[in-house]
Each structure stands twice: as C-alpha cells, then as structure tokens.
C-alpha cells in the first residue's frame, strides 16, 4: 500500500513533559499509562487472591452434603461476593485496564492514552470500589448472588446497599476507561497506521470499549434503581407496589450480557498475538477476527433475555433470543477455526504464554459449546438454574477469560518488567491449573445434568463423590495460582534479562526497550503494513534510534 | 501534578499560523466529550425503558388515584427551555464573529431562562406534592419514573446552568480566543443535549 500521512511536527507526539521524579506522582497518582497498567495488574492480583479464598470457602462447604464448614446465610454472602469481586474486580479490570492500558498505546505507536488524567481516576475508582465491595462482609453482605435479583436483593441486609454502591464506581470506572480507549484508538494511532493495520489486541480493545461504555452506563442506571429503592423505597421492582421484578432482570442483563463480551474479547485479541508469535506464522484471517469481534461485540446487545427463558418472558419472545445467541456462535467459530489454521503448520514453540493460549482455545471452546446448550429454550428449562450454569460460565470465564489474562501475562511480563518468567514454574503452573480446572468443574456438568442446583448450601448426598473430588481439584488449582505468584515474585528478582524483544515477536512495542521509557518512543515510528509476516522485514520506519544510546531529540515545542 | 501546571507555550507550536496541538487536542476532547454525552444518552434511556416497562404492564395510565399532569403549564416551561437552546445557539455564533457583547447577553439570557426553567419545574413538583398528594416514593410506579426522570433532568439543568455560568466567567476573563473556544462548543452541545432529552421526556410523559 501507499505509503500514508508522514509525522508532521507541533502536535500532540511532539508535546512532551519531563518525566516526574518523586514517588507519589511517579508510582502512585501516575499518569503515565504503563504505570497505571501495572497498577490495575496488582490490584486485580489482589482482589483475585480475595475472591479466590472465598472460592475455596464455597469448596470447602460442599465437601460434605450436609455442609457445615460456614452457616447457610454466610455461604450466601460468600458465593455473592465471590461472583461480583470476580467479575468487576477482577476479570474486567485485568482485560481493559491492566492489559489495555499497558500494551493498547504501545502497539498503537501512541505516546499515552488520550486522556492520562481521566486514566488515573479512572483507576483509582477501582481499590475504593473493590474495598467497599468487601466491607459488606461488616454490615451483612448480598445474598441473591452476583445477579441480585429482587425482591430477595430489596430484602437483603445493608451490605446489599454498598454492593449497589460499589458496582457502581467500579463500573464509573470502567465506563470513563472505555471512553478514554475509544478515543485513543481512533485518534492517537501512529502515521500509517490504518485501521486495517491495527494489532488483534487492539481490534479486541476497539471492540471492547463501547461495550464498556454503553452497557456499564446501563447497569448504573439498574443499579442507581436499586439502591433508590431499598434506601428510599422508591419502588421500581417491588411487585406489591406496581413495580415487577422482571424489569430488573431486563435492564441487569442489557449489561450483563454484553458485559460477558467484556471479558472474553481481549483475551481473543491477547490469543491473537500470542499464537502467530510463538507459532511463527502470519495470523490467518486478519480481517475475519477483527470484524468477528466487532460482530459479537454488536450483537452481545441483542441476546440479553436468553437469561430469562424461566422468568416468564412470552414465548414469541424466547425465539428470537434464542436464534440470535445461536448466530454469536457464528464470529466465535470463525475465531477459533483461524486460530487453529494459523497453529496449522507451524514451528510451534511451547512457552508457558502459548500454553496456556493453547489451553485457551481448547476450554473456551468447550465453554462455547455449553453455551449453545443454554440458549435453547427447551434445553435451558431443564439446566436452568443447576450446576451445568456454573460448569458453562466457569469454562468461559476460568478457562477463557483467566487462562487469556495468564497467557498475556507471560507474554508480556519480559516487556512490563524487563526480566522473564521462570518457564519450569510456569509449565508446573499450567499443567497443575489446567487439571486442577477441570477436575472443579467437568464434573458440574453432569452434576448439573442430575439436577443439582446452584447457589445452595447443602445438597442430596448422592452427589456427594463428585463434589468432593471438585473440592480437592480446586486446592490443586489454587496450589497452581500459589506458584505462579511465586513464579512472579522469584523472576522479578532473579528472572534472565528479558532484552527488547525476547520472544522475537513484531508488534510495536517489541521493537522499544523493556521496560519502554516514560514517553515510549523516541520518535514516533510510521507504519507501512501489518505486524504479522514473519518473513518480510519490519513494517515499521523511524525505530532506528530505539535499541541505541542516541537522546530522545527535544521537539521543538516542550517544555 | 506540578508537571502538568508548568506555563504551557503552545504558540512555540504554531506553524504557518495553525497551532497543531490545540488542534489536536480540540479533537480528541470534541470525541471525548461526545462518547459522554452518548454515555449519558444511554443512562436516560435505561430509565425511560424501565417507565415504559412498568407503565405497560398496568392496566391504564396514569394509574388509578393518580391526577393527571398539567400538559399546558409543562409546555410553556418547555418553551421556555427551547428558548434557551435558541440563545445558546446564537450566543456561540456571535462568539465566533467575535461579538463579545451580544455573546455574553445572549449567554446571560440561556442562564436565565435555564434557572426559569428549574423555577417552573420547582412550582410542578411543589404543585403535585401539597394538592395533587403524589410523591417520589409514595405513589407507586408514577411518582418512581416521573419524579427519577424529571429529577434526573432538572439535576442536568441544574448542573448546565452552573457550567454556563463558569463559562461566561472564564470568557471574561480571556480564557477563550476568537481561534480557541472549545470550551464554549461543549458548553453549547451539553445545553443541546439537556434540550434534546426534555424532548423526548415531554413527549412521553406528557404528550402519551
């Protein structure tokens, strides 16, 4: 293609700020949008560990039929918090804030996001939210699940407020982040970098940011709803009052479902640098997984009542839904399908990061099929409700969403850090997790198929064999996630020197130095083609004076 | 942070009479803000889809034991706010030709109708309170929507009047330039916006 706009000079990538130097501004209220990847990284590690022991203390519950280890009503806060702290604490954060704040404007050849203040509170929304989300244990934490259906959630005790409250910031946060993304993919990409030459991660982030935005706002206003109701009761949902509880459920899953898309989608575009990489291969089908995803992103916002097939919707509405759900299977295959044919015949190198996109693929795509169990109707009413739903979203979302954040990490962990991973740790992680996985939650299909519902403390003892099984195969997991923060804490301080481009990977922030400076690139690099033909030279021009001593040149206009 | 209040010189940019990182930044915040806006849309429009939900799964509307709503005095206050977009809308353009004085009048007149238009709707709610006896959370799914969406609205107003005015302060101050006004274009597409949504809750609450 023609060689397209050159820099011209005086612009936004000459306006440059010395890099600050005392701690607080440089580590802590940091703008700087690698900083703040970094920091959603920890923090999202933090709640993950939180909301991973109170996984365990679900486990350890059901160990016997008659449960025990915690009261009834505790279990219920537990699994409530469990699935809220998972989704908006820690799966969401890590997709768009960790990962796309670190890698999005680097691969874009930007020297920040569009909005690096906006990005710090954006960020700083997320501890506060997350801390008020676990202070619902002091005042009686939710109890109708991460869904919080009324009437029981208008029943609940304060924490249920606080859950309002807290979801609310975070999803503040997550909102102001996707506006902030939107903004800065289709403005602040480098000279020559059409739309069309964009990386995957950054075509998954394009498609992930208007669903934050759209959908969060959404769920504010469901929330915002809520919260009126149980503080002032202002009734919106109480059927004794006029309101209908359905109503709730509607504008829950608007979000809800879209929010799904949220977190699956950038682990796609992460699963689609990591395979051509460690495959060496250019990714098959650019095109096809970069509209796939705007595609499922658009169409995520059609298929919300498939959750509802038992809650009374009518019949005539319960097909469209359900057809429509089976059309999103549609993107999903043509994703999968290329990700296989781009493993096709190729040199493919087995580090922790491609095994774990490996892994990806296999049990998302299990989770995927699941999922075509569930939206329709006449299978939904028997499984609704049972452990076959908590099988479906754990595969999705552990096998999926989880496996994609540990893959990226090891992918990019040389570049955030400038050190590698130990590999030894990292396979012992990987096979540990992925048995540990499956063991958890395999049996819950069938357990789910038998009619074992969710969400209850105690159950039929007959199916008690396999539940203690999912118990001692979810220590295995957790023992894997002890060695993987290990592996982290170990390679920070003793890992190899990672270099600029360890995994000789061509995206643009592999042709910068790890850890990138403060304002990433000395000049602004300008892009002549797609990161992902293995045998051509790099299609990037101006990234001479990268790997070398030479000064970041003083543009003309800073200061 | 203090790097970011050191005395910006963005004339140093200006080439060939175009300072190319205001115009930079115009853009990426005239995107910004309408992704906001657009935000705020959705939020809108998660309760009008709730109104209309719970108004249709009754049997008649306004539900039974409540008045109904004073469609002629809404309608003058609705003029009222129509006016202002109209003020707005010309006190912009007079900026850009660079007629101060005309600007700030007509920038003076949008606050003023702005804080008429809260007046009125403050005689609506007051009204429905003490002698139609309909409140926020006392009557049912009528007082839940139209006090929420109404209130939503009036809090936007509210919150345009303070901005407008924090505008015409800063514009007389010399914040803004003949070339350099983006501040002012958000103020007049946020006062647009509030005028656009009191369209659509007119029309649903009112007019229905």
Same mark, same amino acid.
């Given at each position: 293609m023609a060689v397209a706009a050159t820099h011209v000079g005086g612009g936004i990538a000459d306006h440059v700020h010395p890099e600050p130097q005392g701690f607080i501004r440089r580590y802590v209220f940091s703008i700087d949008h690698k900083i703040i990847g970094i920091q959603y990284l920890i923090t999202g590690f933090i709640f993950l560990v939180l909301a991973g022991l109170l996984a365990e203390v679900i486990r350890t519950q059901l160990m016997?039929?008659?449960?025990?280890?915690?009261s009834n009503n505790t279990y219920n806060e537990v699994y409530s918090v469990h699935g809220s702290a998972m989704v908006w604490l820690v799966v969401i954060p890590l997709m768009t804030g960790a990962f796309g704040n670190f890698v999005m404007p680097l691969q874009l050849g930007a @020297?920040? /996001?569009?909005?690096p203040w906006l990005n710090m509170i954006s960020f700083w929304m997320f501890p506060v939210a997350g801390l008020m989300l676990f202070s619902s244990f002091l005042m009686g934490a939710p109890v109708a699940g991460w869904t919080e259906y009324p009437p029981m959630s208008l029943q609940g005790e304060a924490g249920t407020s606080m859950w309002c409250a807290a979801i609310f910031l975070v999803g503040i946060s997550s909102t102001l982040t996707g506006m902030n993304f939107m903004v800065t993919i289709l403005k602040m990409r480098a000279p020559g970098m059409t739309l069309t030459r964009m990386p995957l991660f950054v075509w998954a982030q394009l498609a992930t940011a208007p669903l934050s935005m759209v959908a969060t706002t959404a769920l504010a206003g469901a929330l915002a709803a809520l919260f009126m109701e149980r503080q002032?009761? /202002? $009734?919106?949902?109480d059927p004794t009052k006029g309101g209908s509880p359905l109503l709730w459920q509607h504008m829950f899953w608007f979000y809800s479902h879209p929010a799904v898309y949220i977190m699956i989608l950038p682990a796609f575009g992460m699963i689609s640098e990591i395979l051509p990489t460690f495959a060496r291969k250019p990714i098959f089908g650019y095109k096809m997984i970069a509209f796939s995803s705007v595609t499922i992103a658009l169409a995520g916002f059609m298929v919300w009542a498939h959750h509802m097939f038992t809650s009374g919707l009518a019949p005539f509405m319960q097909l469209p839904f359900m057809l429509l759900t089976f059309v999103i299977a549609v993107p999903t295959g043509v994703k999968i399908f290329s990700w296989i044919t781009t493993l096709w015949g190729g040199k493919i190198h087995f580090t922790s990061a491609m095994l774990f996109a490996i892994g990806f693929v296999v049990l998302f795509a299990l989770g995927g099929i699941t999922g075509i169990f569930l939206a329709s109707v006449p299978t939904d009413l028997h499984l609704h409700g049972t452990y076959f739903v908590v099988a479906h979203f754990h595969y999705v979302l552990v096998g999926g969403s989880l496996m994609g954040i540990f893959a990226g990490f090891y992918y990019w962990f040389p570049k955030m850090s400038g050190r590698m991973m130990n590999e030894t740790l990292g396979k012992w992680h990987f096979w540990l997790f992925v048995a540990g996985f499956n063991g958890t939650f395999l049996p819950m299909h069938w357990l789910g198929f038998e009619g074992m519902p969710r969400r209850v403390a105690v159950y039929d003892p007959q199916f008690q064999f396999w539940n203690r099984v999912e118990s001692v195969s979810s220590y295995v997991m957790t023992f894997a996630i002890l060695l993987f923060f290990v592996n982290i804490l170990v390679s920070l301080r @003793?890992?190899?020197?990672?270099? $600029?481009?360890p995994w000789k990977a061509r995206t643009l922030e592999w042709q910068i130095p790890s850890p990138p400076h403060y304002y990433n690139f000395k000049h602004v690099p300008t892009v002549y083609g797609l990161p992902y033909d293995f045998s051509e030279p790099l299609p990037y021009r101006g990234l001479e004076d990268e790997l070398t001593d030479a000064p970041a040149p003083v543009p003309a206009g800073a200061h | 942070m203090a790097v970011a209040s050191? $005395?910006?010189?963005?004339?140093?940019?200006?080439e060939g009479g175009v300072d190319r990182f205001y115009e930079e930044t115009r853009d990426l915040r005239l995107t910004g803000f309408l992704f906001f806006l657009f935000s705020d849309v959705v939020l809108f429009s998660a309760f009008i889809f709730a109104y209309l939900y719970l108004r249709n799964s009754g049997q008649s509307w306004p539900p039974p034991g409540i008045a109904r709503l004073d469609v002629a005095f809404a309608a003058w206050n609705s003029v009222v706010l129509f006016g202002s977009g109209a003020t707005m809308h010309y006190a912009l353009e007079n900026w850009k030709h660079g007629n101060f004085n005309k600007y700030a009048g007509l920038l003076i007149a949008t606050i003023v109708l702005g804080i008429a238009f809260l007046g009125g709707q403050a005689y609506e709610y007051t009204h429905l309170y003490f002698v139609d006896k309909i409140s926020w959370a006392g009557s049912g799914i009528f007082g839940a929507s139209f006090f929420t969406l109404t209130g939503m609205h009036g809090f936007h107003v509210a919150v345009g009047v303070v901005y407008l005015t924090v505008l015409l302060l800063q514009s007389i101050h010399g914040v803004y330039t003949k070339d350099k006004y983006f501040g002012l274009t958000a103020g007049t597409l946020y006062w647009h916006f509030v005028d656009i949504i009191w369209v659509v809750l007119f029309s649903i609450f009112y007019l229905i």
């Open positions: 016997n039929a008659n449960g025990g280890f915690v @020297r920040d /996001v569009a909005f002032f009761g /202002v $009734p919106f949902f @003793r890992g190899k020197k990672a270099g $600029p481009n | 050191l $005395p910006h010189q963005h004339a140093e940019h200006a």
